[in-house]
C-alpha cells in the first residue's frame, strides 16, 4: 500500500532537474489568469489555490486538482507531506523561489500553489429540519469566506450565494480556510428561481435585518427546515427580498450600536439557527 507515495516521493524529487524559472511557461500563465479574472475562471472551469493547508485540504477531501505548484524551497520543507497523497491526476510542477514570489498573493507565499476544477453545479438537497443560509448581494470576499467557514464551524447544512461576489475568487476560497471543500454550496442568481427553490423545498425563510419591528432572533422559534437570508454589508437585504421571506428577524443590540459586521452578524445568526 505504501509503494505508490514512496514512488510519487521519487518521481517528485527527480523534477528538480526542471525548475520552471519562467513566467511565460503555459501552466504558469494559466494560473495567473485564473488567480485574476473570474471571466478565466468560468471560461476554463478551473479555480486557484494558494498556501500549505488549503491546498492539503483539497488533496483530502479529493476535490479534483489538475495542478500542483511547489516551489524549490515548499518541495524541500512540504514534499513528505503533499506527495504522500495520490496524486496520480495531478501534474507537479516545481518553479524556482523568486518565481514563487511573483505569482503569490499574500505577502508571504509558503510556495504551494494549485490548480483546482471547478465542481459541476448542482442542485441543492435540502435535508430534513435543515438549517441554511442564504447570501444574497455580498460582495465582500473576506466576508463571504468567513460565512462559509462559520457555516462549517457551527453544522450548518447547506449554504446558498446569491448576486453574490465570486465563490471562486483566490480571497474568498483562501478566507474559507478549507471549508468549501466541505460545505454543500449552491450559486442561484435568479431570486425567483431562489424562492421557487426554498418554497418547493418547504424551508421557513427569515430576512435578516435591521428593524426595531422585527422579530428578535433570540426570540425565534426555529423548528422544522429553516434558511436565513443575509444581505449586502452595506445596504442588506432589498426590501423586495426580504418582503418575500415568512418572516423578518432581527439582532437585538444595545445603546446606541445599530449594526455589526456581516460576517458577525451571520456568525450570531447561524448559533441561533443550531440550538
Keep these: ?22 513566467k511565460d511557461n503555459p501552466v504558469i500563465k ?11 475562471r468560468l471560461q476554463y472551469g478551473l479555480f486557484v489555490l494558494e498556501g500549505l493547508r488549503i ?9 479534483g486538482l489538475s495542478h500542483l505548484i511547489v516551489t524549490e524551497q515548499a518541495r524541500e520543507k512540504f514534499g ?7 496524486l496520480r491526476d495531478t501534474r507537479i510542477i516545481v518553479i524556482s523561489n523568486e518565481l514563487g514570489n511573483k505569482i503569490a498573493s499574500t505577502d508571504n507565499t509558503q510556495g504551494v500553489f494549485a490548480i483546482c476544477r471547478i465542481p459541476q453545479q448542482r442542485q441543492m438537497t435540502f435535508a430534513e429540519n435543515g438549517r441554511y443560509i442564504v447570501l444574497f448581494g455580498l460582495q465582500d470576499p473576506g466576508n463571504v469566506g468567513m ?5 462549517d464551524a ?8 446569491s448576486k453574490s461576489c465570486d465563490l471562486y475568487s483566490p480571497k474568498v476560497i483562501r478566507s474559507t480556510m478549507g471549508s468549501v471543500f466541505r460545505m454543500d454550496i449552491m450559486i442561484e442568481n435568479d431570486a425567483d428561481r431562489l424562492f421557487e427553490l426554498l418554497t ?25 427546515r429553516q434558511a436565513v ?13 426580504s418582503a418575500r421571506c415568512s418572516r423578518r428577524v432581527t439582532i437585538p443590540m444595545h445603546g446606541t450600536v445599530n449594526s455589526l459586521n456581516a460576517a458577525m452578524a451571520a456568525g450570531i445568526l447561524m448559533w441561533e439557527l443550531k440550538k
Design 1 to 22: 500500500m505504501q509503494k505508490q507515495p514512496r514512488r510519487q516521493v521519487k518521481e517528485a524529487r527527480s523534477l528538480l532537474e526542471n525548475i520552471i524559472t519562467s
Design 30 to 40: 494559466l494560473y495567473q489568469k485564473l488567480s485574476s479574472s473570474k471571466k478565466e
Design 55 to 63: 491546498t492539503e485540504d483539497a488533496i483530502r477531501e479529493e476535490s
Design 80 to 86: 513528505e507531506r503533499l506527495f504522500q497523497a495520490d
Design 147 to 151: 460565512m462559509i467557514r462559520t457555516a
Design 154 to 161: 457551527l453544522g450548518i447544512d447547506g449554504v446558498i450565494m
Design 200 to 224: 418547493q423545498s418547504g424551508a421557513e425563510t427569515s430576512a435578516a435585518i435591521i428593524d426595531k419591528d422585527a422579530i428578535p432572533v433570540t426570540e425565534c422559534s426555529f423548528t422544522g
Design 229 to 241: 437570508l443575509i444581505g449586502n454589508e452595506g445596504n442588506g437585504l432589498p426590501p423586495d427580498i
